[in-house]
């Protein structure tokens, strides 16, 4: 079975500052791993995935995450915080073998504060 | 549309009444999930469906929950005689194909009173 712990359900960072959100999974099987971005009021968005190239992702937006095997985790970061990245941050898990079904964390609401 | 499409955004509906919420994927899209958000919570995974094949219903709560799609297009989700715990948003997604990155529709947000 796999799963997703997403530490701290609420991060509050400065405006130019970094964004660091947690994210550690367990899985039997060699992982894929997501971030998603909900926006107020929108859908998820897809912000990066990791499938077994290379263990530093580049997303959407800035952002960006290193796949960490031995400390299976696959953590969120932001050199620089804007205004338009307070949102809910999902990371997610899948077996990436046939269907993937995610299996997804609690989520972490990001503020920004000016 | 581009996106994926889900109907109705809100449902407001009786404790006992049975809800169906539609989905309507990416036009191509071979692979359709439906997941559910709790307040406060991820989302769980609900079903999946893969051209012609056999849907994954692994993830339904209960068999008050089914769900349908007709070839590569619109799905169904249906919730006979809903409970207080069935409110949630009822999230869908599709992909090109079997284990592509999905893409989600903006939900529905159900009330069950």
């Known amino acids: 079975a796999q799963s997703v712990t997403q530490l701290g359900s609420h991060v509050s960072v400065s405006e130019g500052a970094l964004v660091l959100l947690r994210c550690n999974y367990s899985?039997?099987?060699?992982?894929?791993l997501f971030w998603y971005v909900q926006y107020p009021n929108q859908g998820l968005q897809l912000l990066l995935k990791?499938?077994?190239?290379?263990?530093l992702v580049k997303g959407i937006n800035g952002f960006e995450a290193e796949f960490k095997k031995s400390e299976t985790s696959f953590h969120l970061t932001k050199p620089s915080a804007h205004m338009r990245d307070a949102a809910e941050y999902f990371c997610?898990?899948?077996?990436?073998?046939?269907?993937?079904?995610?299996?997804f964390g609690q989520g972490t609401r990001l503020t920004i504060n000016p | 549309g581009a996106g994926v499409s889900q109907s109705p955004s809100n449902k407001v509906t009786e404790k006992g009444k049975d809800v169906e919420l539609r989905c309507d994927p990416i036009?191509?899209?071979?692979?359709l999930y439906w997941y559910r958000q709790r307040l406060g919570q991820g989302l769980e995974f609900l079903i999946y469906?893969?051209?012609?094949?056999?849907?994954?219903k692994s993830g339904l709560p209960s068999d008050r929950f089914s769900a349908e799609r007709t070839g590569e297009s619109v799905s169904t989700l249906t919730i006979q005689r809903t409970q207080q715990e069935d409110s949630a948003v009822y999230l869908c997604?599709?992909?090109?194909?079997?284990?592509?990155?999905?893409?989600f529709g903006p939900g529905t947000r159900l009330l069950v009173l």
């Open positions: 990791y499938t077994s190239a290379a263990t």
């Open positions: 997610a898990v899948s077996d990436g073998q046939g269907a993937q079904k995610l299996v």
């Open positions: 997604a599709s992909s090109l194909a079997d284990g592509g990155t999905q893409y």
């Open positions: 469906f893969q051209g012609n094949s056999a849907p994954d």
């Open positions: 036009s191509g899209h071979t692979a």
């Open positions: 899985s039997s099987v060699p992982p894929y």
